[in-house]
């Protein structure tokens, strides 16, 4: 029996959109589970491994200013700010003043922030393709980016 039927919910009507948030919440919770433990034996927490992945390739050698990152990983600048001073203490990131204005920091990856990524890939993408592959069809994978892109178009 289902947790909406447990609850009283019907699969019908005005209950639809909290089955829908609930589903996609206990969906990120198996995925989220799955990829940090691929990503443990590279000392990597999935958070850390999004942050070195923002910073490698939407920062790539021009840097990315570190409320850039939040923005784009939709995290508090004050967490951003702890999980970067963990980066950095690891030497996985470097934290630079912008020339003319040293209020804004760029973060750019190192070299071993960078060979670090490289060796942690393989093992996040087998995982993240095994997951999502032993449940869905190559269409059933296009119809459900295309419906959560509709969702992340609204806000």
């Known amino acids: ?10 699969e019908t009507g005005d209950k639809m959109s909290e089955k829908v948030v609930y589903s ?8 989220e589970r799955t990829v940090s433990d ?18 490698k390739h939407v920062g790539r050698a021009e840097g ?26 690891e030497g996985l990131v470097e934290r630079r003043a912008l020339p003319g204005d040293r209020r804004v920091n760029k973060v750019f990856i190192t070299k071993k922030g960078s060979e670090l990524l490289d ?28 419906l959560l892109g509709q969702l992340k178009k609204g806000a």
């Open 1 to 10: 029996m289902s947790i909406f039927r447990e609850m009283g919910v019907k």
């Open 24 to 31: 996609i919440a206990k969906a990120y919770g198996v995925i």
């Open 38 to 55: 691929a990503l443990h034996m590279f000392g990597l927490s999935a958070g850390k491994f999004n942050i070195l992945m923002t910073v």
């Open 64 to 89: 990315i200013a570190q409320n850039g990152i939040s923005k784009h990983l939709l995290v508090t600048t004050s967490n951003m700010t702890r999980m970067l001073d963990k980066l950095e203490k």
């Open 119 to 146: 060796n942690a890939w393989p093992s996040y993408k087998k995982t993240v393709d095994e997951l999502v592959d032993s449940a869905y069809s190559l269409r059933n994978k296009v119809e459900i980016a295309g």
